[in-house]
């Protein structure tokens, strides 16, 4: 049995409000399943702390030298190598409020690389790879191979927790590029849990259209074809997820890998992405918990990465013309090419492997929380922010419609199924909205 560790507590009380919890946990999931079984396990040894206790985690050591000019703008340079973060959380309860599930700060592995085993792996994914798997095998050691396995088990993995909660299934469409390569849409509509839930794969190539190029000229990268064209290879796995209940946030993660070819037959590689969470209302709880996933993510590779990466985020998914951050943020990164093409891999699979236990807890938290129509006015007013953010400043999607053979739907797929637009909107000062506002205009630290 999971060791429980509470304030305050005798450990014979614990251990009878944990299974008192647990019993009615199970009971009230009956609503969606009567036949599925609770995904996430007690851990042996676990830490479990209640709402009442805080700690605030201190990063110590400097992020090593100075990077060079060409690498002065983005975060400090990556060092060492990492191993995969855990990816099913627990299930924990809170010492003032035993029907409430609070998040563990310990999680299991589900899914393991298993690094040549491409067939074998293959038969997990929710469809056959975007590339044929007899090339796969062929160039198994190549990045290119390495980074579409990482995606594709990410895709997997994600929809199968998500097809958990809700008790629908994802409908897979595979789609072709006709300029080269293509890409799985795994989406759920309607569904008991969520409104609208998307997991992207794309595996893309060809040349790059000079606008796509301007783009990336802009972010400093010194590009130079041959006889004008620029062959390269785009590759990724991007989610949105959009939850019925206003009480369950929208998450959002995108993570990617980018070659280009250079006139002279050289390569020049990066990787990009990040995961941010918005809620429509604040729990400090919730925003703890996934930052925390997050930055023991980031902390395996750099003390410094978490903050780095976090007010990158904030930066980022900025609505400027609102003058607010489009939810509570998370980690962001783009352009990552250093230290080493290994390590920069290492910390993005490291990324990756948080996205189940940094979201399935809270969803978990919140999935038979009673709500208001006001309160899901609301959420449809936060959503309509959102899809300004994706149409007026969103890299990904700027990219793919500048891209020739882009796939719409799948471009588009991040937007919610209805959204809101009132005149002149202003909630009432001393409510929760205008709580959330506040957060949104003056982003915090959560861990």
């Known amino acids: ?67 060079s000019s060409r690498l002065g703008r983005r975060a400090l340079l990556f060092s060492g190598a990492a191993v995969a973060s855990a990816a099913v959380a627990g299930l924990v309860f809170n010492a003032s409020h035993f029907h409430r ?3 563990a700060t310990r999680v299991v592995p ?35 191979t390495r980074m579409e396995m990482l995606i594709m088990e990410t895709q997997a993995e994600f929809c199968k927790a998500l097809e958990e909660v809700d008790g629908g299934k994802f409908k897979v469409d595979r789609w072709q590029r006709k300029e080269g390569g293509g890409g799985i849409s795994c989406v759920m509509q309607d ?5 609208k839930a998307g997991v992207n794969v794309s595996v893309v190539f060809g040349n790059l259209t000079e606008e796509a190029a301007r783009q990336m000229r802009s972010r400093g990268k010194v590009l130079k074809g041959k006889d004008g064209k620029l062959p390269f290879v785009a590759m990724g796995v991007s989610s949105v997820i959009h939850p019925k209940n206003p009480h369950i946030p929208t ?16 390569k020049q590689w990066w990787f990009g992405g990040g995961t941010d969470l ?26 410094q990465y978490y903050p780095d990466f976090k007010k990158w985020c904030d930066r980022y998914f900025y609505v400027r013309h ?20 290994e390590e920069a891999f290492s910390f993005v699979k490291s990324c990756a492997r948080t996205v189940v236990p940094c979201y399935l807890p809270i969803v978990y938290k919140h999935l038979n929380d009673s709500f208001t129509q006001e309160e899901k006015d609301w959420q449809q007013v936060r959503r309509g922010r959102y899809v300004e953010f994706n149409l007026v400043y969103d890299r990904g999607v700027k990219f793919g419609l500048a891209t020739p053979g882009s796939r719409i739907e799948s471009i588009l797929m991040s937007l919610p199924l209805t959204a809101r637009w009132e ?10 909205e205008a709580e959330m506002l506040e957060v949104l205009r003056n982003p915090k630290e959560w861990v």
């Not at 569904?191 to 409104?195: D, I, L, P, T, V």
């Not at 995108?254 to 050289?266: M, P, Q």
């Open 322 to 341: 609102r003058g607010e951050t489009r939810g509570i943020g998370g980690i962001f990164f783009d352009d990552l090419d250093s230290p080493s093409q």
């Open 423 to 432: 005149y002149m909107h202003e909630p009432t000062k001393g409510t929760r």
């Open 110 to 144: 589900a899914m393991r690389e298993e690094e040549g085993n491409i067939l074998e792996r293959c038969r997990g994914f929710m469809s056959p790879p975007v590339t044929d798997i007899n090339v796969l095998q062929d160039r198994k050691d190549e990045m290119r």
């Open 191 to 195: 569904g008991n849990a969520f409104e």
């Open 1 to 67: 049995m999971a060791t429980l560790v509470l304030c305050n507590m005798s450990r014979t009380v614990t251990r009878r409000c944990a299974a008192a919890h647990l019993k009615s946990l199970a009971c009230s999931r009956q609503t969606l399943s009567s036949t599925r079984s609770l995904p996430f396990t007690l851990l042996p040894g676990a830490g479990w702390f209640s709402r009442g206790t805080c700690f605030r985690l201190m990063s110590h050591g400097t992020a090593g030298k100075s990077a």
């Open 278 to 303: 918005t809620p429509v209302y604040v729990n400090e709880e919730d925003g703890h918990h996934f930052h925390k996933a997050l930055k023991d993510a980031c902390d395996k590779h750099h003390s």
């Open 101 to 103: 599930a609070e998040m």
């Open 251 to 266: 998450v959002h993660f995108n993570y990617r890998y980018f070659e280009v070819e250079e006139e002279d037959g050289s």
